[in-house]
């Protein structure tokens, strides 16, 4: 248990002193490769935004922008994995290449919300 805060506690002592020296820095939740192609996964579990203007899910807005200088620096995207709270719904898509090009909307807390009819479901 120890090792695991200790972890904890030295990533963050890292993460201060590499932004102290100029380093851009994010937080990934998993990176992997297949097929030759890089493809990092933000995965988020929350319960699904309600209409108006149309039901879906999102991610903040500083993620995003991060995420994009990711993409437009090594053409890496983001695939945003979601699980809805209180459910078994798994969705999935694209960041650049799918929900970044359709409808949305950023909400006061800057969340941008993305129409869950853009999503796939990821379980049957």
Do not use: C, H
């Not at 192609?37 to 995003?64: M, S």
């Amino acid at each position: 248990m120890s090792i695991t805060l200790e972890g904890i506690e030295a990533e963050g002592k890292a993460r201060t002193l590499l932004q102290n020296q100029g380093f851009d820095i994010q937080q990934l939740d998993w990176i992997g490769k297949k097929n030759g192609k890089w493809l990092i996964f933000e995965v988020k579990q929350r319960e699904l935004f309600q209409a108006p203007p149309f039901d879906g899910t999102g991610l903040d807005i500083k993620q995003i922008d991060l995420r994009r200088k990711l993409y437009n620096d090594l053409l890496i995207d983001t695939y945003l994995i979601v699980y809805e709270k209180g459910t078994k719904n798994i969705y999935g898509q694209f960041l650049f290449g799918v929900l970044e090009e359709t409808e949305y909307f950023d909400t006061k807390n800057k969340i941008r919300i993305y129409n869950l009819k853009n999503f796939k479901k990821l379980n049957k």
